[in-house]
């Protein structure tokens, strides 16, 4: 297999555009709602100026504003030589530009990655991974990381998720400056929160299409990446039973980032990421075809 193909996964490729799809489809409805309930009291031009201004912050800060909410820093090759010297290897052997490097200052052990493609993008871990794991087991987490660049999986995520919050920021502003035209039925207000529910609903469905399979093809990819499989095993078994010993109250502060981190902060009700135990025996068989001992 050639190096600039490392990572790269075709299933997750075509699960992406038609996530993608389904999720503009999705939002052009919320949209010709909100056009239909107050285009009379706002105007067209300035609810379009809204979705379009929207949707290009989130594209060129989502990098910055996943960095943010994490509280990571960036740090350079003096202040975290080994960390950059590791990335530099990795990124190397996956044929990849290197992203941005970050630090989470907390003993909660994860990491994750963020950007909207290869040229710009970050890989952030915490403090409490690089001390807790072994120099081998980091490599196999940063090696995941970079497979969700290398499938460019991060950024459909951040605008997919963007989407609800969009859609709420709108209902608020639209109720906020007019209640729209009397339609002689049920009030527009009711109308529009519920297509709202709806909207979120399906997006949260359609997120969920993906998101486990994202992570099975970046285990994937870290596999080819580093030829190591059991380095991110033991990295994953690590991580889980760390995370058993955080208080729940710093898990929850960092819940807003579970599809993004390679274990989730906290338990949820709908799952963004497979089952340990599946995620092992994924990574179990693809070290047996590569010939190596687990």
């Known amino acids: 297999m050639k190096r600039r193909n490392y990572g790269r996964d075709a299933g997750l490729s075509l699960r992406m555009l038609a996530t993608s799809g389904m999720l503009g489809l999705v939002y052009v409805g919320f949209f010709l709602v909100l056009l239909w309930a107050f285009g009379d009291s706002l105007g067209l031009l300035p609810m379009v100026l809204v979705v379009v201004g929207m949707g290009f912050v989130q594209y060129y800060t989502s990098d910055k504003l996943a960095l943010a909410v994490s509280g990571a820093k960036v740090v350079s090759p003096e202040q975290a030589p080994e960390l950059h010297a590791m990335v530099d290897k990795l990124c190397m052997q996956a044929d990849l530009p290197k992203p941005k490097v970050a630090v989470i200052d907390t003993e909660m052990p994860n990491a994750f990655a963020t950007g909207r493609n290869p040229k710009n993008s970050a890989v952030a871990v915490t403090t409490g991974l690089w001390s807790g794991l072994e120099p081998r087991e980091v490599e196999g987490v940063l090696a995941h ?11 459909i995520m951040t605008l997919a998720s963007s989407f609800a919050m969009l859609a709420g920021m709108l209902t608020r502003w639209g109720a906020f400056f007019g209640g729209g035209r009397d339609r002689g039925g049920a009030p527009v207000w009711l109308i529009v929160v519920a297509v709202s529910i709806v909207t979120y609903v399906l997006s949260f469905v359609l997120i969920r299409t993906i998101s486990r399979y994202r992570e099975y093809a970046a285990d994937r990819g870290a596999a080819l990446i580093t030829g190591a499989p059991e380095q ?3 990295a994953l078994q690590k991580i889980s039973s760390g995370m058993a010993r955080i208080p729940q109250r710093d898990l929850r502060e ?22 340990l135990e599946k995620r092992l025996a994924n990574l179990a068989r693809i070290a047996r075809e590569m010939g190596r001992a687990v």
């Open 145 to 155: 990381e970079l497979a969700h660049i290398a499938n460019r999986d991060v950024l």
């Open 232 to 234: 991110l095993m033991s």
């Open 254 to 275: 960092a819940e807003a980032l579970n599809a993004f981190f390679i274990i989730p902060a906290a338990k949820e009700l709908f799952a963004t990421h497979p089952p």
